[in-house]
């Protein structure tokens, strides 16, 4: 498998590419074939979701891995989408300056890289707005 064919088989790292279920209109983000509610009534549909959300929480990671070392300190938030899901991404801000309720949209970002001449893995993180 190519390295671009890699990227598109996974359209919610990349695109945040989540799902819907028509039933009810609930979001769901990661991608679900099921909603918990509807059961068998409910229909699942992909649904591209906006980028734009709140944090509801954060913490700030002063000490990570030897992968993510050099971006310490960060901040790891979860943020509810303005669909109504949740996920957990990084904002790329000061950790002075993250607060509960800041409103943030999405940013396509390196995520990490295989050492100095491997690949580079990209996907979303999140700025303050």
Known sequence: ????????KIPQRYNLIGTKCETCQTVFFPPRTLCPDCRRDGKIVDHHCGGKGTVVTFTVVRTASDQFSNLTPYVLAIIELDEGCRLT????????????GMKVKSVFRVIT???????IHYGTKFVPV
């Open 89 to 100: 991404s990084q904002v790329i801000c000061e950790p002075s300056e993250i607060f509960i």
């Open 113 to 119: 890289e295989d050492g100095p001449s491997g690949i």
């Open 1 to 8: 498998m190519t390295v671009a064919r890699f990227w598109r």
